[in-house]
């Protein structure tokens, strides 16, 4: 090998070792942005704190066995990950990353995901586990539509607000100055109780920004579902109506005095609030027959492959399930990752 040369590979070699190094830190470090209008959860599960996802064969959720620290397992129960050491509210997950508000109270026998001085939205990426914080502020009911999460923002000025971030961490901005929950999306839409108007249904477009009216009722916790939006009527004790938007007929499922509930294809299970008879009901709708599913207090309604997750009131160290067709409640253990 004639001298020049070879003094100009010991030039060259090192510089493009670099170069490949560079390229290759800045490819792994690069955020991957959805091609579509994803979305990371659905309206019941976040409304109830989104404390389970399920995407592609997995399920994602806050572990009781592990001080309620984001997990992930496959549906049969095998492969059992602990994916941050955060207690994790408002799952969502795309095909690279998993976004969460978490929830690091001191007194870990406390549930509770109002500790806003703890909370901030963070994202986890699915490959290796690199965590991400995409707001530092104080942050709940976080919703991921396309490559923007919405969220609940605590401020000093504003106090609680709509606010939006893309999922790279950028354009971090308000999107409202109200108390919106962002829980319920479809695609690009957003559909919410307009808490800064008059609490009617309204309907958001991500991508213009414009509102719209959809159901000029006052509502709570509205959850599009195919072309039904299901909402509880405060003025009516919020009993829980659906109203088909194809032809605006609307339907009241239950005068029960709902706390808070979870629809699954023809089935809406709901909490009773009652005095002298509180329980979880299972209501067919397409028959109006209700079943018991369990008496007492219960919330944090969350479906995923096919079982209904809920917890019960002052007894918050234990997830109970139970088939969404029906059967018999058992209590959800899935054990915890050995370090």
Known sequence: MPKKLRTALLFIIPIAVIVVLFLFRHMASKTIMNTGYVNGNTGSNLYNNGLFCENGDTLFFSNPDDGLRLYSMNRNGSDLKRLSDDRASSINVDDNYIY?????????????????????????????????????????????????????????????TLYRVRIDGKEDEQVAKAAIYPCSASQQYLYYSAADVDLSVYKMDTVSGQKSQLIASDSWNPVIDGSYVYYMVPSKNYALYRTNLADMSTDVLTTDRVDCYLVSGDTVFYQKNSASEPALIRLTISTGAKEIVAEGNYHSLNAAFGKLYFLQFNDESTFYQVPLSGGTVTTFHPGKEKK
């Open 100 to 160: 969460y508000c978490r929830s690091n109270a001191n007194d870990q026998s406390q549930f509770s995901f109002l500790h806003v001085d703890t909370n901030s939205l963070c994202r986890v990426t699915r490959k290796n586990g690199k965590l991400v914080i995409l707001d530092h502020d104080p942050d709940l009911f976080a919703c991921l539509v396309g490559n923007y999460v919405y969220f609940m923002h605590y401020g000093k000025d504003d106090a609680t």
